[in-house]
């Protein structure tokens, strides 16, 4: 009988160790990040990109027509070398026309995806149209050092991804971070000064879906944000 | 009639109550031995980073807002069963109790202490600043589908709605109910999306002169219910 005991016993003790060994009843939540001296700033060489006037005779009247590429240059500066990226925002989110965008990508690819496209403003209850802000691949530097440009989505959130030499540079409001890196690396390096060349990409609706019999302003809105990393 | 029919309901049970004077109460014991059990899980190891933060871009006396991070919380039970959990702060002695903007998905602040988690200490022993744990109540699902956020905290019974999605740093157990009811649902599957919102002091308070960690912990443990 007490034979037959011990060995249930021993029996119990080691399911309690299975048991263990499959489930965890708990899980740690992490808080990082880390305080720097520093104090850092993004400037624009040019505070608008402008598209001119645009004769509306000239433009297809069902098909999206494209209006290019223009350049603009993206500076962060700080008074310490620390690491830092940089986000966007679309302010005129609500008159996003979904387009597609030819040769907006650093590497002249299509942007097609309304994740990565920007409100160009409306006529009326109209959609002109769509824009993208695209960090070229090429003219990147770090502190006057040409580096390669990094991108990650979700940085800090637990759905980070990691980060990686960027190919096409296509920004993705309100996701997507960017910064530079030393050549070939894929860990965010730290400057003082960082250089990012921008190219803004645009494109309208056809014109008998624009409507349009008074001249009317295209009007994108983004901002460009410190992304702490 | 009627008056007389209440009266004499309350004598009755006055009386009762009164006469009986019982020496003992009975206390039931219960529970379910169910096969099997649930464990939680956390985005990317349960990390949320804030990054690097300069701060010669941050006031320096007001608060700091820092912005919210999203995580989600998946328990995963290996037979159905009703399961809820709670949060405990690891790091609560570092607790500075500073307001906490859009702490909650219903846009809300948080003030109250119990709200709030430590963020960490600077190397003079400052207290860095505060973070909460919000649950999007709209978002919670069990098994794919979408319940309502339910919560009680420590010996108060019963389950409540949990409108706000406030969690408590201790003693709050949270779980999800079917859509208008106040029981707890049985599933395999849990999913809570949550939002960490940090706040740290104003730099002339924080004094930091060498790079310096926020340095949250909490853990979240399934509670069997």
């Known amino acids: 009988m007490e034979r037959v005991m011990r060995k249930t016993l021993l029996a119990v003790a080691m399911a309690g160790v299975a048991f263990n060994a499959l489930a965890a009843d708990s899980a740690d939540l992490t808080v990082k990040g880390v305080l720097v001296n520093a ?3 993004p400037s624009l060489d040019k505070t608008e990109v402008s598209f001119g006037h645009i004769p509306l005779s000239n433009l297809d009247k069902t098909n999206a027509n494209q209006l290019g590429s223009k350049d603009v240059t993206l500076t962060i500066t700080c008074d310490n070398a620390m690491v830092m990226g940089w986000t966007t925002v679309d302010g005129h989110t609500d ?3 979904t387009l597609t965008l030819s040769k907006a990508g650093a590497d002249d690819s299509d942007v097609t995806d309304a994740a990565n496209e920007y409100g160009l403003g409306k006529a009326g209850t109209v959609n002109l149209g769509s824009y993208s802000i695209t960090a070229k691949t090429t003219g990147v530097t770090y502190d006057g050092t040409a580096g390669d440009l990094l991108e990650a989505d979700n940085v800090g959130h637990g759905s980070t991804t990691a980060w990686t030499k960027s190919t096409k540079g296509v920004s993705k409001p309100a996701v997507r971070t960017f910064t530079a890196a030393v ?4 860990t965010p390096k730290a400057y003082k000064v960082g250089v990012f060349p921008l190219k803004v990409t645009a494109a309208v609706q056809g014109t008998d879906a624009l409507n349009i019999t008074e001249d009317t302003d295209l009007d994108g809105l983004a ?7 | 009639m009627f008056k007389k029919l209440i009266l004499a309901t309350l004598c009755s049970a006055t009386v009762m109550s009164g006469a009986q004077a019982a020496d003992s109460v009975d206390l039931k014991v219960t529970g379910t031995l169910v096969n099997g059990a649930c464990t939680p899980s956390l985005e990317n190891g349960g990390v949320v980073d804030f990054g690097h933060i300069p701060l010669g871009n941050l006031s320096k006396t007001g608060i700091n807002q820092l912005g919210s991070k999203t995580q989600t919380l998946t328990i995963t039970c290996d ?3 009703p399961v809820a ?4 702060d690891n790091k609560k002695d570092t607790l500075a109790n500073i307001e906490v903007d859009n702490a909650w998905f219903n846009g809300g602040n948080a003030t109250a202490s119990g709200n709030q988690f430590g963020l960490g200490e600077t190397s003079a022993g400052v207290k860095i600043g505060a973070y909460t744990v919000g649950i999007d109540g709209s978002k919670t699902t069990v098994d794919g589908a979408n319940g309502d956020l339910i919560r009680h905290d420590t010996n108060q019974e019963p389950w409540v709605n949990s409108d706000s999605g406030a969690t408590q740093t201790f003693g709050r157990n949270e779980t999800i109910a079917a859509k208008g009811s106040l029981e707890p649902l049985a599933g395999k599957v849990f999913v809570y999306p949550l939002k960490v919102t940090a706040a740290i002091q104003g730099t002339d308070t924080l004094a930091v002169t060498d790079d310096t960690q926020l340095d949250g912990s909490a853990t979240i443990s399934v509670v069997y219910i």
Not at chain 1, 183 to 186: I, L
Not at chain 1, 223 to 229: D, F, N
Not at chain 2, 85 to 88: E, G, K, T
């Open chain 1, 223 to 229: 901002t460009i944000s410190l992304s702490y990393i």
């Open chain 1, 95 to 97: 008159s996003l026309e």
């Open chain 2, 85 to 88: 959990w709670a949060i405990v």
């Open chain 1, 183 to 186: 050549s070939g690396e894929t």
């Open chain 2, 79 to 81: 037979s159905e069963m």
């Open chain 1, 39 to 41: 104090a850092c700033s």
